[in-house]
């Protein structure tokens, strides 16, 4: 099946660029490009992509706006953002992350590293840059409001367990190593974590685990 992406940056020269690396695959297809936030909304709209690669700062409407605003549109089944920006810094990746976004990628990354990113967030699942996914779970996860959210209360211990070691930045494999479980047995888990808290995917859990104060708990 093939990739639908849309661009969104204000630099013609990146969308280009990115155009290049896109095309030049058999299963990724760009349908769209946009120079500025509103743009990307209404393309969005009009194009269907499963994918949107994002720039955070933009004229009219910057890339988180933007976001909150696609993901608000098109509900669940809708478009997935993948924020590509040269902004490491920790408030636009939280930003980008709560309005929505899929993943987070530095506009330094390896065509490669695109292309895969571009391939796991359109299957469902979420992505993050390796430099800034630790910092993340940190930095930030010191710095956010905590408070008890009452839709813990659906998990089980198992699944409070894998949500926990999700938020710690652990890959399914890991957890199945820590927890003692098979790889598929974990996958379980997350989808179904997903579906109780009714969360989009993994980068949400992420958030959603720091937000409630799960990731407060001593690890096992």
Known sequence: MTIRVLIADDQSLVR???????DNTQDIEVVGEAGTGNEAVDLAAHTKPDVVLMDIRMPDLDGVQATKRIIADHGPDGPRVLVLTTFDRDEYVYAALRAGASGFLLKDSLAADLLSAVRVVAAGEA???????????????????????????????????????????????EIA????????????????????????????????????????????
């Open 16 to 22: 280009t660029g990115l155009q290049m690396i896109l």
């Open 127 to 173: 992505t993050l840059a390796p430099t800034v996914t630790r910092r993340l779970l940190t930095r930030i996860a010191g710095e956010l409001p905590v408070r008890e959210d009452p839709r813990l209360a659906l998990l089980t211990a198992r699944e409070r367990e894998v949500l926990q070691q999700v938020a710690r930045g652990r890959s399914n494999a």
């Open 177 to 220: 190593e820590l927890l003692c479980l098979s790889t598929g047995t974990v996958k379980t888990h997350v989808g179904h974590i997903l579906t109780k808290l009714d969360l989009r995917d993994r980068v949400q859990a992420v958030v959603f685990a720091h937000e409630s104060g799960l990731t407060g708990a001593q690890e096992r």
